[in-house]
């Protein structure tokens, strides 16, 4: 983990500031992954569930998706030992530092939507 003075150095550099900015693109980039992520801030969902809170999504695009986001430790997938076999989608610690993310994208896009009707 970067110390703030680290993180403050960063954001000094613009060659530094872009590279973190790639890295974080990489990992939550793509139309489905912080729709994903924001599902998941509200608690651990079946496959089923996610799919109903991103009803436009497909199923083979929402595995993908959910495999991506697990490779890159944002979503832990458990499977249980029952009849039929139940999966269970939670978000890792990682996953869950997003919100302030995806929190200052709400309040961004509820902004510029207020703007763009207004104008």
Request: charged letters at 25%; a neutral charge; aromatic letters at 6%.
């Amino acid at each position: 983990m970067h110390n703030s003075v680290e993180i403050e150095d960063i954001k000094k550099c613009s060659v530094q500031y872009i590279l973190a900015v790639n890295d974080t693109l990489n990992v939550i980039s793509g139309k489905w992954k912080l729709p994903i992520i924001g599902s998941l801030l509200f608690g651990t969902k079946r496959f089923k569930e996610l799919q109903r809170d991103i009803s436009s999504i497909t199923p083979r695009m929402l595995s993908k998706e959910l495999k991506e986001l697990e490779i890159n430790s944002i979503v832990k997938r458990t499977v249980y030992d029952t009849i039929p076999v139940r999966v269970e989608y939670e978000l890792t610690e990682s996953g869950f530092s997003l919100n302030n993310v995806l929190e200052a994208m709400v309040e961004w896009g509820v902004n510029h939507r207020e703007m763009v009707i207004n104008n």
